[in-house]
């Protein structure tokens, strides 16, 4: 299913009818796994479908290829395709989707500091809950499969 807000701001664009850069930014990168594959892909280079399934081992498949292909269709990761014996496509972040990282790592760091200040403590340190899930032990990955 396509993001509501970025369906809504970008028909709003088509029409005219759209005047608040604040949400076309946000509509940008709305959906849940948006801001975790362009810092993949921003961070490691180029991956291939098969690659960022396994980074997100809760994704359905549909829902990346949705992701991916609302975040090709907003210029902001290109799909290139080859035919070396078997078909590969491999994803890669654009200049503009770049242009975004200072804007998600202020995120990041706002989000650090506001789990910081809530009177609850995390499970794990906030960095080791950006681990790449090949390295989450058991408990780790029950958890996230239940949420």
Not at 71 to 83: F, G
Not at 102 to 129: C, F, H, K
Request: charged letters at 25%; proline letters at 4%.
């Amino acid at each position: 299913m396509t993001d509501v807000v970025r369906k809504d701001v970008l028909a709003r664009l088509q029409n005219g009818d759209f005047s608040c850069a604040k949400e076309l930014t946000l509509a940008m990168f709305s959906g849940k796994w948006k801001l975790v594959i362009l810092c993949h892909l921003n961070s490691h280079g180029a991956y291939r479908f098969n690659e960022l399934r396994r980074l997100l081992p809760t994704i359905t498949h549909k829902v990346l290829t949705n992701q991916l292909r609302e975040l090709a269709q907003d210029q902001l990761i290109t799909r290139h395709e080859s035919v070396q014996g078997r078909r590969h496509v491999a994803y890669a972040i654009t200049e503009l989707g770049r242009s975004l990282m200072p804007i998600i790592e202020a995120m990041r760091v706002w989000g650090e500091q506001r789990i910081t200040a809530l009177p609850v403590a995390p499970n794990w340190p906030i960095n080791e809950a950006i681990r790449p899930a090949h390295q989450l032990n058991k408990e780790e990955t029950r958890c996230i499969k239940q949420h």
